[in-house]
C-alpha cells in the first residue's frame, strides 16, 4: 500500500471528488479525516471508510474560519498522531457576468478557496515541520487555473492564485521533503458542476444540452467529462510521490481540454 502509516487531511471530503481521494488514500493505507462543512455528510463518509476496515475521522470544519481550521487539525492530530497529507479541495461556484457579480460574492469565492487554501496549510505545515518526515501538501485547482471561461471570475481569480501558493510552499518546504502541488481537473460531474449546467444555460440563454456539448466539452478530445476517479488517481501520486523531483508542479486532467 502506497500510503501506509500516512495521515491525510482532507477538506471538503463528504463528497465529490473529495470523498473520492478520501477512499482511495484510505485503500492505500493513510488514516483519512472527513473535514467538510456538513458534518452530517462527514460522519456518514468516514463510517463508509471506518466500515471496509480503514481508520476515518469525520470533523466539522468551515474553511474560511482559522479558530475552526486549527481546531480540526489538532484534533486530528490528537486521534492519529501527525499530519502527512493535505488536500485541500472545499470549493463552491457561483455563476455571474462581472457586471452583475456582488462584491459579497466575490469576497465569498476568493475566501472559500484561497483563504480556505492558506488556513489549512498554515496550521498543517507546523506539524509536518515539526515531524521531520516530510509531507505533502495537494491543491484542487482546475483548468481555470490555467484558462478563463466566462461567468467565473472569483473561481478563475482564485484558481490561477493556487498555483502562487503551491510554488510558494514548494521553496519554502523543499528542505524539509515537503512537496506542494495542485491538481487541475477538468469538468467533473459532480454536485457543483450539475448545478453550473441551468446556471450557464440560463445566462448564456441556450440549452443545458448545449452547456455540456458546447461549453463544458467542446475543447476535450473524446467529449468525455473528467471522473473523480480519475482525480483521486493523480492525488495518489503526488500524495505518495518519494522525493521533491515533483513539487511546485500543476497538472491537468481533463481528456485534453487544457495542455501543455
Not at 473523480?228 to 523531483?245: H, I, K, Y
Request: charged letters at 20%; hydrophobic letters at 45%.
Amino acid at each position: 500500500m502506497q500510503l501506509s502509516g500516512k495521515v491525510a487531511f482532507i477538506t471538503g471530503a463528504a463528497s465529490g471528488i473529495g470523498k473520492q481521494i478520501a477512499e482511495l488514500f484510505a485503500v492505500e493505507g493513510a488514516s483519512v479525516v472527513i473535514a467538510d462543512l456538513n458534518l452530517q455528510a462527514a460522519q456518514q463518509a468516514a463510517a463508509q471508510i471506518t466500515a471496509s476496515g480503514a481508520q476515518a475521522l469525520a470533523i466539522e470544519v468551515d474553511v474560511t474560519d482559522e479558530d475552526q481550521v486549527n481546531a480540526g487539525v489538532e484534533a486530528a492530530v490528537k486521534a492519529f498522531g501527525g499530519i502527512d497529507i493535505l488536500v485541500s479541495n472545499a470549493g463552491i461556484q457561483i455563476i455571474q457576468p462581472v457586471q452583475d457579480l456582488s462584491y459579497a460574492d466575490w469576497k465569498k469565492m476568493l475566501a472559500i478557496h484561497l483563504d480556505g487554501a492558506f488556513l489549512t496549510t498554515k496550521a498543517c505545515l507546523k506539524h509536518m515541520y515539526a515531524q521531520g518526515r516530510g509531507g505533502s501538501i495537494i491543491y484542487m485547482g482546475s483548468v481555470h487555473s490555467k484558462e478563463a471561461s466566462k461567468l467565473k471570475a472569483p473561481y478563475v481569480t482564485a484558481k490561477h492564485g493556487l498555483l502562487g501558493l503551491a510554488k510558494t510552499v514548494a521553496k519554502e518546504g523543499g528542505s524539509a521533503g515537503i512537496h506542494a502541488n495542485v491538481i487541475c481537473p477538468g469538468f467533473v460531474r459532480t454536485p457543483l458542476v450539475d448545478k453550473q449546467i441551468p446556471e450557464q444555460a440560463k445566462e448564456l440563454g441556450i440549452s443545458e444540452e448545449d452547456v455540456i456539448q458546447k461549453v463544458m466539452l467542446k475543447d476535450t478530445v473524446d467529449g468525455e467529462f473528467t471522473s473523480t476517479e480519475d482525480v483521486a488517481r493523480v492525488a495518489l501520486m503526488f500524495a505518495a510521490f518519494p522525493s521533491n523531483a515533483l513539487t511546485g508542479q500543476s497538472l491537468m486532467v481533463s481528456h485534453g481540454w487544457g495542455m501543455e
